[in-house]
């Protein structure tokens, strides 16, 4: 049975950074891309990062309006993805959801990550 | 980025009755379009990928269907457990894009 687990949620202060981790099971994690997609509350989805796979020499993309501000990474021994977030705002208040894929197969319950002083 | 222009924004249908929902993509993305269903405090779950394709364990009377850059979900005979809000996704090109939403609600 594919799992994910996502955790490292919580509340930060603007300008602080959080680092949300994905751990996951239940298939050859090495074989998939791997994604973080959130939702601001009361709103729709918006897709934030990908990592591809070793046969895409682990390749990065960004939505454009985080991008100088996050990162993507995984360790493939660990079955487990990471998104480090830094300078956040308000405007990043949202559930973070780690989804396998290109299209997004399998979600996580999801983290929230709370920005306010 | 491609956009995806998902109608209607709110639907509400009675039980048995069939429910469709649409999405224009701003160019051509072939078959790669996804819908979801996300029901109040969970995530979403797959429903369709590439256009037409059921995921596994989604009832049959989910249908994914393509008419050149449209692309439309088609609920057969509604149930009361498919209420919730319905998002499709572009991922032909990156950034992968959502559509706005459909609020599906029971009459």
């Known amino acids: 049975e594919v799992q994910i687990l996502e955790t490292g949620g919580g509340l930060v202060k603007p300008g602080g950074s959080l680092r949300l981790s994905c751990a996951t099971s239940g298939f050859n994690f090495n074989d998939y891309f791997m994604n973080w997609v959130r939702q601001a509350p009361g709103k729709g989805l918006e897709w934030v990062a990908q990592?591809?796979?070793?046969?895409?020499?682990?390749?990065?993309y960004y939505a454009e309006s985080l991008e100088g501000r996050v990162t993507i990474s995984r360790d493939d021994s660990k079955s487990s993805v990471y998104l480090q977030v830094s300078s956040l705002r308000a405007e990043d208040t949202a559930i973070y959801y780690c989804t396998r894929r290109s299209y997004f197969d399998y979600w996580g319950q999801g983290v929230m990550v709370t920005v306010s002083s | 980025d491609i956009q995806m222009t998902q109608s209607p924004a709110s639907l509400s249908a009675s039980l048995e009755e069939i429910v469709t929902i649409t999405c224009q993509a701003s160019q051509d993305i072939g078959n790669y379009l996804s819908w979801y269903q996300q029901k109040p405090g969970k995530s979403p779950q797959l429903l369709i990928h590439?256009?037409?394709s059921l995921a596994d364990g989604v009832p049959s009377r989910f249908s994914g269907s393509r008419s050149g850059t449209q692309y439309s979900l088609k609920i057969n005979r509604l149930q009361v457990e498919d209420t919730g809000i319905y998002y499709c996704?572009?991922?032909?090109?990156?950034?992968?894009?959502f559509g706005g939403g459909t609020k599906l609600e029971l009459k």
């Open positions: 590439s256009a037409t």
């Open positions: 990592i591809r796979n070793k046969n895409y020499n682990y390749a990065t």
């Open positions: 996704l572009q991922h032909y090109s990156a950034p992968p894009t």
